[in-house]
């Protein structure tokens, strides 16, 4: 026991030995521990490097896009079609204005907020970026400015900002030319890049402004910042500015555009007035027209309510979309169709009664005219618009040789205007009866075809090009609104060269005689549009054809009286026509929906149309120096 | 050259000596306030202001340092158990009249000084287990294990309470310390592991739900981006994207544009790894691991028991402070609040450590005059 029990100094001694082992192990420890945090921060630091720089990077940078200015649209003498405008906006800043039931309830007492627009405000919230102002309203007039600017220091986050706004200045008068834009939604993103419309608000929706979408809209610029933790914006690290949209120059005459608006007045119906010899669209009406501005900035249901509910439908464009029976416009068509197939001759006459049966069957096929027309050449017939006539030349020519000549003219085909929502119309044929309703052709549909009625139907578009193909004498071109093209900050603009299509082939004998009955239809007493043009004379040599298309089918033995139906079943009026007859500088389709007689109410407007432009172009003493 | 004692000193010795200074750890530890003043600097933004504040307490706490040096150990281990029953009674003043800061009840207002209690424990803590453990001799036993096991736990569950968990591990740990240096058998040791293991679950329920959230958040840290795991996200991000060799001093994009969230405090570890990259922080590991082996040799050449064991505490606590704090900063471990010594911004901590500098430099200077 003795020799177990240490004395204190080697008790001290052995207790400074314990503890200098236990130091040493703690050391051992520590190291482990420091070995194990150099291998994490080298795993961190090293390994996952790449890693963490990006997410440090992406922490740290934000691209902000910068819209490009949308380029504008001109007519062709450089008049404004559409514009941006600054248009005040109400933004809120959602960061900055804290909470947002009592700032919209405050707002709302000081600018008539919809709930339609506090819903479209929310959901922008949503998606918003933070530190991005979100538009509440726009176009605030400049009373709503001021209440609102005088109470700002008690709205905090909430900003009066002019950002640039599309605005058509002739509005209702361009709606189906131009088109608008508006508001990019969920299908407009379809199609988008979005990487370009990434500060885009608005797109083109119709029209020009659709068709032309990647001209006008430019490139979008980018702004590299450096963001705080917060999303605030610390610095600007690089811009790359944006590039403008190029501003368009539209083939179309505001004067005569307006001048065709007028001519058309209150009647419902479409005016396409063409250049033959370089295809620019030199004025396109569709009546009624409408307003796009509100569309830009969204129109509130219940005005698009209206607007739908219309009975005009002024949100139809009737140049481009609407399909109509072409009706006797067609018939110089057909003729030349027979002169090519060699089925008639412009000489071979033949006695026109008031009707006419196929050989063998019952059913008579009426002329416009009671009792007909008497002995008419092709000539003659064309004039006087005979329907007998062309009964019997259709039957000699059978479907399968009149459909290929209206196809060729481009019946059944878009012309491919450079514009949203035009359509094809019907090329009626065997395949295409046989594809459309599965029934076989039937020899009476040969006759009625070749009067312009039946299945076919054509758009004014199409007529009018129709018209500047027979005024080139089978010289087809691109009809097109586009006419130059002038990139935003450049003095000169690029014009658009002219194209021409594949044309129609027909002996120089044949195109004359065509030509000759068009020029007889205006200008002989017998023509049918002597009285309402030719009998005024002009000052110069119209050439054209009327038509009265059918919108309801008569029975066989019913009579078509205007004065006892309705409007709506009314004939639709049409004319073409181009002028000056040996010098086409204007071609002119005119649509009259319900109008009755195309020699009478189409046939005028086609005049002034034509009046109008051949004047302003120095081809006509103006009719004050006439007078 | 001035002669003392009979041996030959430099001026710098001679000065050292007069204030009881270890030249060894008193320069570690300028070099680590250096680096953590410039951290600071970056950190907060370029605030001079901060950087004035930190350095009024640094002042204050080499003021402490150099007054605790001179205090004889005699002394500091007859005060020993007085002090710990002052934290204690501190500690029960806090839980009925504390002030609450950021949702915890740690602060005591005395009027002049708003400290936390929990401050003293940490340098109570070992000086009373190490005082306890110097009355008796040879390895620990049972008995001193229960009564050393009381000593820690009552201020651990109290400290734990307010709620502190950073703190209470380091005051628990530093009387654990004391216990392993003093020779506590494998056996209990061993023991020891066992009844934490089985605690755990206990401590689990005893925890407060933005603890556990902590412990959940570090097991998953991407299950709740914006919310609990975006400190470690953030801080990992921070470390990861310095490097090797760092963005450079003052261009650490995490904590300049404050991504970083308590980058001056907790998680200054973060700026310092994002601005110095993998170098740096193997400059600073080194650093801690000198300091701590200057701590420990200066405990294994003391001459009494008492010395010996605070010392050893003290540096190995200082230790335990860096690993937890690296650790939680690099998602090793729960965000438990512990600071990075001598580099976090914040007065009590940095004041408390330097007055344990303090008693190791009173051992150091004291071992050497008994060696005469």
Same mark, same amino acid.
């Given at each position: 026991m003795l020799i177990d029990r240490p004395d204190s100094y080697n008790e001290e001694a052995r207790d400074q030995q314990r503890f200098s082992v236990r130091a040493l192990l703690s050391v051992l420890i520590l190291l482990a521990l420091?070995? +194990?945090?150099?291998?994490?921060?080298?795993?961190?630091?090293?390994?996952?490097?790449?890693?963490?720089?990006?997410?440090?990077?992406?922490?740290?940078?934000?691209?902000?896009?910068?819209?490009?200015?949308?380029?504008?649209?001109?007519?062709?003498?450089?008049?404004?079609?559409?514009?941006?405008?600054?248009?005040?906006?109400?933004?809120?800043?959602?960061?900055?204005?804290?909470?947002?039931?009592?700032l919209l309830e405050r707002l709302?007492? +000081?600018?008539?907020?919809?709930?339609?627009?506090?819903?479209?405000?929310?959901?922008?919230?949503?998606?918003?970026?933070?530190?991005?102002?979100?538009?509440?309203?726009?176009?605030?007039?400049?009373?709503?400015?001021?209440?609102?600017?005088?109470?700002?220091?008690?709205?905090?986050?909430?900003?009066?900002?002019?950002? =640039?706004?599309?605005?058509?200045?002739?509005?209702?008068?361009?709606?189906?030319?131009?088109?608008?834009?508006?508001?990019?939604?969920?299908?407009?993103?379809?199609?988008?890049?979005?990487?370009?419309?990434?500060?885009?608000?608005?797109?083109?929706?119709?029209?020009?402004?659709?068709?032309?979408?990647?001209?006008?809209?430019?490139i979008t610029g980018h702004r590299q910042v450096e963001v705080n933790a917060q999303g605030r914006v610390i610095r600007e690290l690089a811009v790359t500015p944006p590039v403008p949209g190029q501003d368009l120059f539209l083939g179309i005459d505001l004067e005569l555009q307006l001048a065709a608006r007028d001519a058309l007045a209150d009647l419902d119906g479409a005016v396409v007035a063409m250049d033959p010899s370089t295809g620019e669209v030199l004025a396109l009406v569709s009546k009624p027209g409408f307003d796009p501005n509100p569309f830009v900035q969204g129109i509130s249901r219940g005005d698009f309510a209206a607007l739908q509910a219309d009975p005009h439908n002024p949100l139809f464009n009737r140049a481009l979309s609407g399909q109509y029976p072409p009706g006797s416009t067609l018939k110089p068509v057909v003729a030349l169709a027979g002169l090519e197939e060699g089925v008639t001759t412009a000489e071979r006459r033949m006695f026109a009664t008031g009707y006419y049966q196929l050989p063998g069957h019952e059913r008579r096929y009426r002329d416009w005219r009671r009792g007909g027309h008497g002995w008419v050449d092709m000539n003659r017939a064309i004039a006087v618009s005979s329907d007998v006539y062309f009964y019997d030349l259709g039957h000699k020519l059978g479907i399968d040789r009149i459909a290929p000549m209206l196809g060729a003219f481009g019946v059944g085909s878009r012309v491919g205007i450079d514009a949203t929502g035009e359509r094809s119309g019907i090329l009626p044929s065997r395949e295409w009866k046989r594809s459309a309703q599965n029934l076989p052709w039937f020899p009476g549909e040969t006759l009625i075809t070749a009067i312009g009625q039946g299945y076919m139907l054509t758009t004014p578009m199409q007529l009018a090009d129709i018209t500047s193909t027979l005024a080139n004498r089978g010289q087809r071109v691109q009809p097109r609104l586009l006419r130059a093209i002038r990139q935003t900050g450049e003095a000169d603009s690029v014009p658009q060269p002219v194209r021409f299509l594949e044309p129609v082939q027909a002996s120089e004998a044949h195109w004359e005689a065509i030509h000759q009955a068009l020029i007889a239809a205006v200008n002989e007493r017998h023509g049918t549009a002597w009285g309402s043009v030719g009998s005024t004379s002009p000052g110069y040599v119209v050439a054209g054809k009327t038509g009265t298309s059918q919108v309801f089918s008569l029975g066989p033995d019913q009579e078509y009286k205007q004065s006892e139906l309705d409007r709506r079943l009314w004939d639709h009026a049409l004319f073409i026509g181009y002028a000056p007859a040996d010098d086409p500088q204007i071609a002119v389709a005119v649509l009259v929906e319900h109008g009755g007689s195309g020699g009478r109410v189409a046939a005028p407007i086609a005049h002034r149309v034509m009046d109008h432009h051949l004047q302003s172009r120095g081809l006509l003493a103006t009719v004050e120096g006439d007078l | 050259m001035i002669s003392v004692t009979g041996r030959e000193l430099t001026t710098g010795q001679w000065l050292l000596r007069s204030f009881r200074m270890d030249g060894m750890l008193a320069l570690l530890i300028v070099m680590l306030l250096g680096v953590g003043l410039l951290v600071l600097f970056s950190a907060s933004g370029e605030d001079m202001a901060a950087l004035e504040r930190q350095l009024l307490r640094i002042g204050v706490g080499f003021l402490g340092l150099l007054l605790v040096a001179r205090v004889p150990i005699s002394v500091l281990k007859a005060w020993s158990p007085w002090l710990f029953l002052l934290g204690l009674g501190l500690l029960l003043g806090v839980m009925f009249a504390g002030d609450v800061g950021k949702g915890a009840r740690r602060w005591l207002d005395l009027g002049l000084l708003r400290f936390q209690p929990s401050e003293i424990m940490k340098l109570a803590m070992p000086l009373t287990v190490a005082w306890y453990l110097s009355l008796r001799s040879g390895p620990p036993r049972f008995v001193d294990l229960i009564v050393v096991g009381v000593l820690i736990v009552v201020p651990v569950l109290l400290i734990m309470r307010q709620p502190d968990l950073g703190t209470a591990l380091l005051v628990g740990a530093s009387g654990i310390l004391v216990l392993l240096l003093a020779g506590l058998s494998w056996r209990w040791i061993a023991g020891m592991v066992v009844a934490l293991a089985a605690a755990i679950p206990v401590l689990w329920t005893q925890m407060y739900d933005y603890q556990r959230q902590r412990v959940l958040t570090l097991l998953n840290p991407e299950s709740d981006p914006l919310g609990a795991g975006y400190h470690i996200i953030q801080s990992k991000i921070a470390i990861g994207s310095g490097g090797l060799y760092g963005k450079?001093?003052?261009?650490?994009?995490?904590?300049?544009?404050?991504?970083?969230?308590?980058?001056?405090?907790?998680?200054?570890?973060?700026?310092?790894?994002?601005?110095?990259?993998?170098?740096?922080?193997?400059?600073?590991?080194?650093?801690?691991?000198?300091?701590?082996?200057?701590?420990?040799?200066?405990?294994?050449?003391?001459?009494?028991?008492?010395?010996?064991?605070?010392?050893?505490?003290?540096? @190995?606590?200082?230790?335990?402070?860096?690993?937890?704090?690296?650790? +939680?900063?690099?998602?090793?471990?729960?965000?438990?609040?512990?600071? @990075? =010594?001598?580099?976090?911004?914040?007065?009590?901590?940095?004041?408390?450590?330097?007055?344990g500098f303090g008693i190791l430099m009173a051992v150091q200077s004291q071992q050497r005059l008994v060696n005469r």
């Open positions: 420091i070995a +194990m945090l150099v291998v994490r921060m080298f795993t961190l630091q090293v390994g996952a490097h790449e890693h963490f720089i990006t997410l440090s990077e992406n922490n740290r940078l934000r691209i902000e896009p910068i819209p490009p200015t949308r380029g504008l649209i001109f007519d062709r003498n450089g008049i404004l079609l559409a514009e941006n405008r600054p248009s005040y906006q109400l933004e809120i800043t959602v960061e900055q204005a804290g909470d947002l039931d009592p709302s007492g +000081m600018v008539a907020l919809t709930p339609s627009e506090i819903d479209r405000f929310r959901s922008l919230v949503r998606q918003r970026r933070p530190f991005q102002p979100v538009s509440l309203k726009s176009g605030l007039d400049d009373e709503t400015v001021a209440r609102i600017a005088v109470a700002r220091h008690e709205l905090p986050g909430v900003e009066i900002e002019a950002r =640039p706004v599309r605005y058509y200045p002739h509005g209702e008068d361009f709606a189906h030319v131009v088109g608008y834009v508006g508001r990019i939604n969920e299908q407009d993103l379809q199609r988008l890049d979005t990487r370009n419309y990434a500060g885009t608000s608005h797109t083109g929706k119709t029209g020009v402004e659709r068709h032309y979408e990647d001209l006008l809209h430019g | 450079g001093w003052l261009n650490g994009t995490q904590s300049q544009l404050q991504f970083l969230p308590e980058r001056s405090t907790d998680f200054v570890f973060a700026v310092y790894a994002e601005e110095f990259g993998f170098m740096g922080i193997l400059f600073l590991l080194l650093l801690y691991f000198l300091i701590v082996g200057r701590g420990l040799w200066i405990a294994a050449m003391a001459q009494d028991r008492f010395s010996r064991l605070v010392a050893g505490s003290i540096s @190995l606590t200082f230790a335990v402070y860096m690993v937890v704090n690296i650790g +939680m900063v690099s998602g090793l471990l729960p965000v438990v609040g512990v600071p @990075l =010594p001598l580099v976090s911004y914040g007065g009590t901590s940095l004041v408390t450590l330097m007055l």
